[in-house]
């Protein structure tokens, strides 16, 4: 990369494609490289010793180099990931936030902030004349700085904010001081993927810049204005939500309605103020023979995100008309257009408007307020729910022809088109047929819902107690065999055994060290062997299963099997690795990752070491997890009065019928 003499008063686009040497010392800044109007913009916070080297060596021999943006094995390894997520870093724009070389390891981390203060400038400039759509922000600082949100790394995992002073997308990947560590391989093909399925599911396209019009409607006169207004501005097509306290419409309070009818106008219908009191001057079936004037005309439709939610409250509450009115569901057409996308109404506001991560305010207002949560939003304050409210409709309404565009463009046979198949077969389903099933619920047998749950909790106990004496035979075989194999009789199996089952597990214990030293001694096992099986011994007959540290002892310092995969590192934002892939690193990092005792792992356990006692934890585990999300006993006081409902039972309408309106993954989780 050529590097220019010293440069005063130059502007920052002259770094592009090139280096300076800038002030009074002529400080090497490295400018950065590819190219210049690009939709991708790569900003690592830090230059590193590699990218500021003048000499480097190759096959064997130093070499004079230039110093250059990129140019190391951090970089090396990042375009790597990129590949196999079918992006281009050479296609992109790559910059530093600190473009020299601090003077420690810790501030290329972490720049000070009087370091931060003086690049900062530099960079908004360059960002300004590349003009990138999506900004990855390599490290920590360099979020920070372009958010302007400060959170935690956990946070703001996976996390998309739009920039309105950017006019770019935001999106987190963890610094070039972590791109050699092989543990974090599966995290960074995870970012940069996510940053390649961004790019395509917007097309390339720009989110326009627009205004923001709403009003509050918060008495029947100025809700007739409203629909006088509608009429007159012949509004056939309009963006509905709706925010409620509750589960269910059947017995939940409608808390608002929300409707926009262009890009830039909506309106908010305060029915409930934010402590859960009615506030609207008429009831809801009044109101809602206001709007249905013109609501209800055969030519007004309706858009939305997961309609059959919003229009079963709509019909329920408000008396309104649903049947054939929802003409577009934009949740379910991105799901067409790509199943393996996130559906969340944000995710579609960032890939499709410029209203950025407008419900930040709401999450931290809930993490903050737990007392307040309820079970809706029927206790967020007005000042942070209306704006909220607002923008849901409107980011619909934004997002709508974009996502129509996308389906138009995927073509399928005889010249039919992916919209062709959603407007003729999925819309009607998914708006129509689920908005009656959410409507008419499917009814429920409430007399025999209960005994499948004593049934289920009954045979849950049984098959509980089954493993708990299989897993204690099982501790009893190893123990005795162990101590054998050590040349050991029966009577200090029977000693250990006594003293265990008399309550003097540290005296037994005391024994077994004792005993078992001549065998240390000898070199034919460790006492950390015989620690973790002792450890086994004591704890099975009451061995708990949602232990993880119980069960890692139990399989891989008893039973000594081969894990199969790490566990995710939610915290840090780590999926799990294949252990194949940890035995390949030096010992002391293999002690940093911890085996996965998850389900498909003791499938693959059962399956592999013909393991019975793992065969019997398995169908415990399938009668649990139903027990679990599904039929998990209620809660009551200590006179026996309910408490709190759980599973199914909790989700029972007053008149015995399951109106559910989101769908769930294998294990009963929300999807949406």
Same mark, same amino acid.
């Given at each position: 990369?050529?590097?220019?003499?010293?440069?005063?008063?130059?502007? $920052?686009?002259?770094? /592009?494609?090139?280096?300076?040497?800038?002030?009074?010392?002529?400080?090497?800044?490295?400018?950065?490289?590819?190219?210049?109007?690009?939709?991708?913009?790569?900003?690592?916070? +830090?230059? @590193?010793?590699?990218?500021?080297?003048?000499?480097?060596?190759?096959?064997?021999?130093? &070499?004079?180099?230039?110093?250059?943006?990129?140019?190391?094995?951090?970089?090396?390894?990042?375009?790597?990931?990129?590949?196999? +997520?079918?992006?281009?870093?050479?296609?992109?724009?790559?910059?530093?936030? /600190?473009?020299?070389?601090?003077?420690?390891?810790?501030?290329?981390?972490?720049?000070?902030?009087?370091?931060?203060?003086?690049?900062?400038?530099?960079?908004?400039?360059? !960002?300004?004349?590349?003009?990138?759509?999506?900004?990855?922000?390599?490290?920590?600082?360099?979020?920070?700085?372009?958010?302007?949100?400060?959170?935690?790394?956990?946070?703001?995992?996976?996390?998309?904010?739009?920039?309105?002073?950017?006019? %770019?997308?935001?999106?987190?990947?963890?610094?070039?001081?972590?791109?050699?560590?092989?543990?974090?391989?599966?995290?960074?093909?995870?970012?940069?993927?996510?940053?390649?399925?961004?790019?395509?599911?917007?097309?390339?396209?720009?989110?326009? /810049?627009?205004?923001?019009?709403?009003?509050?409607?918060?008495?029947?006169?100025?809700? &007739?204005?409203?629909?006088?207004?509608?009429?007159?501005?012949?509004?056939?097509?309009?963006?509905?939500? +709706?925010?409620?306290?509750?589960?269910?419409?059947?017995?939940?309070?409608?808390?608002?309605?929300? /409707?926009?009818?262009?890009?830039?106008?909506?309106?908010? !219908?305060?029915?409930?103020?934010?402590?859960?009191?009615?506030?609207?001057?008429?009831?809801?079936?009044? =109101?809602?023979?206001?709007?249905?004037?013109? #609501?209800?005309?055969?030519?007004?439709?309706?858009?939305?995100?997961? #309609?059959?939610?919003?229009?079963?409250?709509?019909?329920?509450?408000?008396?309104?008309?649903?049947?054939?009115?929802?003409?577009?569901?934009?949740?379910?057409?991105?799901? %067409? +257009?790509?199943?393996?996308?996130?559906?969340?109404?944000?995710?579609?506001?960032?890939?499709?408007?410029?209203?950025?991560?407008?419900?930040?305010?709401?999450?931290?207002?809930?993490?903050?307020?737990?007392?307040?949560?309820?079970?809706?939003?029927?206790?967020?304050?007005?000042?942070?729910?209306?704006?909220?409210?607002?923008?849901?409709?409107?980011?619909?309404?934004?997002?709508?022809?974009?996502?129509?565009?996308?389906?138009?463009?995927?073509?399928?046979?005889?010249?039919?088109?992916?919209?062709?198949?959603?407007?003729?077969?999925?819309?009607?389903?998914?708006?129509?047929?689920?908005?009656?099933?959410?409507?008419?619920?499917?009814?429920?047998?409430?007399?025999?819902?209960?005994?499948?749950?004593?049934?289920?909790?009954?045979?849950?106990?049984?098959?509980?107690?089954?493993?708990?004496?299989?897993?204690?035979?099982?501790?009893?075989?190893?123990?005795?065999?162990?101590?054998? %194999?050590?040349?050991?009789?029966?009577?200090?199996?029977?000693?250990?055994?006594?003293?265990?089952?008399?309550?003097?597990?540290?005296? =037994?214990?005391?024994?077994?060290?004792? %005993?078992?030293?001549?065998?240390?001694?000898?070199? @034919?096992?460790?006492?950390?062997?015989?620690? =973790?099986?002792?450890?086994?011994?004591?704890?099975? $007959?009451?061995?708990?299963?949602?232990?993880?540290?119980?069960?890692?002892?139990?399989?891989?310092?008893?039973?000594?099997?081969?894990? *199969?995969?790490?566990?995710?590192?939610?915290?840090?934002?780590?999926?799990?690795?294949?252990?194949?892939?940890?035995?390949?690193?030096? $010992?002391?990092?293999?002690?940093?990752?911890? $085996?996965?005792?998850?389900?498909?792992?003791?499938?693959?356990?059962?399956?592999?070491?013909?393991?019975?006692?793992?065969?019997?934890?398995?169908?415990?585990?399938?009668?649990?997890?139903?027990?679990?999300?599904?039929?998990?006993?209620?809660?009551?006081?200590?006179?026996?009065?309910? *408490?709190?409902?759980?599973?199914?039972?909790?989700? #029972?309408?007053?008149?015995?019928? #399951?109106?559910? @309106?989101?769908?769930?993954?294998?294990?009963?989780?929300?999807?949406?």
């Amino acid at each position: 990369m050529k590097t220019d003499e010293v440069k005063s008063g130059c502007k $920052p686009y002259a770094l /592009i494609g090139r280096n300076m040497r800038m002030g009074d010392d002529a400080t090497l800044w490295l400018g950065g490289v590819g190219k210049r109007h690009t939709r991708i913009m790569f900003v690592q916070t +830090c230059v @590193n010793k590699d990218e500021y080297a003048t000499e480097r060596v190759e096959r064997f021999e130093t &070499v004079k180099v230039d110093p250059a943006t990129c140019h190391c094995p951090e970089w090396v390894n990042l375009k790597m990931y990129a590949e196999l +997520c079918g992006l281009d870093v050479e296609d992109c724009y790559v910059t530093s936030l /600190i473009k020299v070389m601090p003077s420690s390891v810790a501030e290329c981390k972490n720049p000070k902030t009087a370091m931060v203060d003086e690049f900062a400038p530099w960079l908004e400039e360059e !960002i300004y004349a590349v003009k990138p759509k999506i900004i990855v922000c390599v490290g920590k600082p360099v979020f920070d700085l372009l958010s302007g949100v400060k959170a935690r790394e956990s946070d703001i995992h996976g996390l998309w904010l739009y920039s309105e002073k950017y006019r %770019a997308k935001l999106y987190f990947i963890p610094g070039t001081h972590l791109a050699l560590k092989p543990e974090m391989d599966e995290r960074y093909k995870q970012d940069l993927g996510n940053v390649k399925s961004m790019y395509d599911s917007v097309l390339g396209s720009d989110p326009e /810049i627009m205004p923001l019009n709403y009003r509050v409607v918060r008495h029947s006169i100025e809700l &007739v204005n409203l629909v006088s207004m509608l009429e007159r501005e012949n509004a056939t097509v309009l963006s509905v939500d +709706c925010e409620w306290g509750g589960q269910v419409h059947v017995d939940g309070m409608l808390r608002s309605l929300q /409707i926009a009818w262009s890009p830039t106008d909506a309106a908010y !219908i305060r029915f409930m103020d934010e402590d859960a009191n009615y506030a609207f001057d008429v009831g809801y079936k009044e =109101a809602g023979r206001i709007l249905s004037r013109w #609501l209800d005309r055969p030519e007004v439709k309706y858009i939305g995100h997961h #309609l059959s939610a919003d229009l079963s409250w709509m019909s329920y509450w408000l008396g309104l008309e649903w049947y054939n009115k929802g003409m577009f569901d934009t949740e379910f057409a991105l799901q %067409a +257009c790509d199943e393996s996308l996130e559906l969340g109404l944000d995710i579609l506001a960032l890939r499709y408007t410029d209203l950025g991560k407008y419900d930040w305010d709401l999450i931290q207002y809930r993490k903050k307020h737990p007392e307040r949560k309820g079970t809706g939003y029927e206790y967020v304050p007005d000042d942070i729910l209306i704006p909220y409210a607002v923008k849901d409709v409107i980011a619909v309404y934004r997002a709508w022809p974009e996502v129509e565009r996308w389906l138009a463009a995927q073509k399928t046979t005889k010249g039919r088109t992916l919209l062709d198949y959603y407007n003729e077969l999925l819309n009607p389903f998914v708006t129509n047929v689920f908005t009656w099933f959410c409507l008419n619920g499917m009814p429920v047998d409430r007399e025999r819902l209960d005994i499948m749950r004593e049934l289920y909790n009954w045979a849950k106990g049984e098959l509980q107690a089954d493993f708990l004496k299989s897993v204690v035979a099982e501790s009893e075989v190893m123990m005795s065999e162990r101590l054998a %194999a050590a040349g050991l009789g029966d009577d200090v199996y029977e000693s250990i055994r006594d003293k265990v089952a008399s309550g003097k597990a540290s005296e =037994a214990e005391a024994d077994l060290h004792k %005993a078992v030293m001549p065998d240390i001694e000898a070199g @034919n096992s460790t006492w950390s062997d015989w620690a =973790a099986l002792f450890e086994h011994y004591v704890a099975a $007959p009451e061995f708990n299963i949602r232990s993880p540290l119980q069960m890692r002892n139990w399989l891989f310092k008893v039973k000594k099997y081969e894990p *199969v995969k790490t566990t995710s590192q939610k915290e840090n934002g780590m999926p799990s690795i294949d252990w194949e892939k940890v035995k390949t690193y030096p $010992p002391a990092k293999q002690a940093k990752f911890t $085996p996965a005792v998850d389900k498909t792992s003791l499938e693959i356990f059962a399956s592999r070491y013909d393991d019975a006692v793992l065969r019997e934890l398995l169908e415990l585990n399938s009668v649990g997890n139903v027990c679990k999300n599904f039929l998990k006993p209620d809660e009551v006081d200590d006179d026996g009065e309910l *408490v709190k409902e759980n599973g199914i039972h909790y989700w #029972l309408t007053s008149d015995d019928r #399951l109106c559910l @309106n989101h769908s769930t993954t294998e294990t009963g989780r929300p999807r949406s």
